[in-house]
Every structure is written in structure tokens, then in C-alpha cells.
């Protein structure tokens, strides 16, 4: 018995890659590129936000007084809170909260550390110890476009939250009593 073969027509590639593309580009999509974007998004605001805090630090070190307003001039509290606050307000996605100014006095002959939270007791001494404002804040940055997946990862579908700071020598240490 002698069986015939009939050879088929082969098929163009085209027509299964053309069925498989959508699948490709959910995968590249959202595997890939919106990750990476909301990634890039988080890492910015982050990026604000200490930038925010920096100029703060450098605002209240420039201050005349730490707690008290005097003359009209803002003390480094408050002019940290309003500097911090004007960054929060300038961008979206951003959440700054638990401000926090404080005294960091560094001994000059053992570089011990100590920090505080109100004013000096006694007037500050440079020849003894030397004077930081120090601006710490928690921040929060929203993602771009939260991605729908039922595990929470900070950055992805939920905001990623960071502890930042920034320290500046004080400009007038004499202040710090007031």
C-alpha cells in the first residue's frame, strides 16, 4: 500500500507573532517599564523632599534665635517648619511629617555628640564646643501609578517612607539660649 504525503504550506511567522504581541507588551509593560517608572518617580520626590530639608537646615542655622521670634525674625524652628512646609505644598505625592529641630553640640576636644530638642540652659561657649541645627523629617513618597499586585512593596503600590536629616554649623550660636 503506498500512502501519498501531501506537503503543507508553510505558515508565515507573522501571523503568531501578531497574536502573541498584546501578551508581550502587558509583560513588558508591567513587569518592566511601569515599575521602573513608578520607581523613578519615588526616588525623585525622595530626592525633593531632602532637598527640602537641606534648605531648611541652612535656613535655621542662619536664624538669630532657636525657640523665640525676635524682631520680627523667625526663629530656626520655625523657620525649618515654613521652609519644609513650602516644599510639602510644591509637589505632589509628597507627605513630610514629624519635623524635628534640634541643638547638636559637639565637644571640640572629644567630638562627643549630644542633642537637644529646646533651647540652651547657659550661653553657648565656642571655645569649648562647637554648634549644628540639625533638621530631621519623615518622609513619604507616593508611587506614579500604583501597580495592582496583592503583595504591598514600598515604591511599587504603596508610598515608601524614609527617616532623612540634615545638619548645618549655626551661624549665631549666641542664639541658641533664646
Given at each position: 500500500?503506498?500512502?501519498?504525503?501531501?506537503?503543507?504550506?508553510?505558515?508565515?511567522?507573522?501571523?503568531?507573532?501578531?497574536?502573541?504581541?498584546?501578551?508581550?507588551?502587558?509583560?513588558?509593560?508591567?513587569?518592566?517599564?511601569?515599575?521602573?517608572?513608578?520607581?523613578?518617580?519615588?526616588?525623585?520626590?525622595?530626592?525633593?523632599?531632602?532637598?527640602?530639608?537641606?534648605?531648611?537646615?541652612?535656613?535655621?542655622?542662619?536664624?538669630?534665635?532657636?525657640?523665640?521670634?525676635?524682631?520680627?525674625?523667625?526663629?530656626?524652628?520655625?523657620?525649618?517648619?515654613?521652609?519644609?512646609?513650602?516644599?510639602?505644598?510644591?509637589?505632589?505625592?509628597?507627605?513630610?511629617?514629624?519635623?524635628?529641630?534640634?541643638?547638636?553640640?559637639?565637644?571640640?576636644?572629644?567630638?562627643?555628640?549630644?542633642?537637644?530638642?529646646?533651647?540652651?540652659?547657659?550661653?553657648?561657649?565656642?571655645?569649648?564646643?562647637?554648634?549644628?541645627?540639625?533638621?530631621?523629617?519623615?518622609?513619604?513618597a507616593q508611587p506614579l501609578i500604583p501597580i495592582p499586585i496583592p503583595v504591598k512593596i514600598e515604591g511599587l503600590n504603596a508610598p515608601i517612607t524614609l527617616h532623612l536629616s540634615a545638619k548645618q554649623y549655626c551661624e549665631n550660636p549666641q542664639g541658641l539660649t533664646i
Open positions: 500500500m503506498r500512502v501519498n504525503f501531501v506537503r503543507s504550506r508553510r505558515r508565515s511567522g507573522r501571523a503568531s507573532m501578531l497574536a502573541e504581541l498584546p501578551m508581550i507588551l502587558w509583560a513588558v509593560l508591567m513587569v518592566v517599564a511601569f515599575p521602573l517608572i513608578d520607581l523613578a518617580t519615588v526616588f525623585l520626590r525622595i530626592t525633593f523632599s531632602y532637598a527640602g530639608i537641606h534648605y531648611a537646615s541652612i535656613s535655621a542655622a542662619r536664624a538669630n534665635t532657636f525657640a523665640n521670634p525676635v524682631d520680627g525674625k523667625p526663629s530656626a524652628q520655625a523657620e525649618a517648619l515654613s521652609k519644609i512646609k513650602q516644599v510639602e505644598n510644591s509637589f505632589s505625592g509628597l507627605s513630610i511629617s514629624n519635623i524635628k529641630t534640634a541643638i547638636l553640640i559637639t565637644k571640640n576636644d572629644t567630638l562627643a555628640l549630644s542633642s537637644q530638642l529646646v533651647p540652651l540652659a547657659i550661653p553657648a561657649d565656642q571655645s569649648v564646643n562647637s554648634y549644628q541645627i540639625e533638621v530631621s523629617a519623615d518622609c513619604s
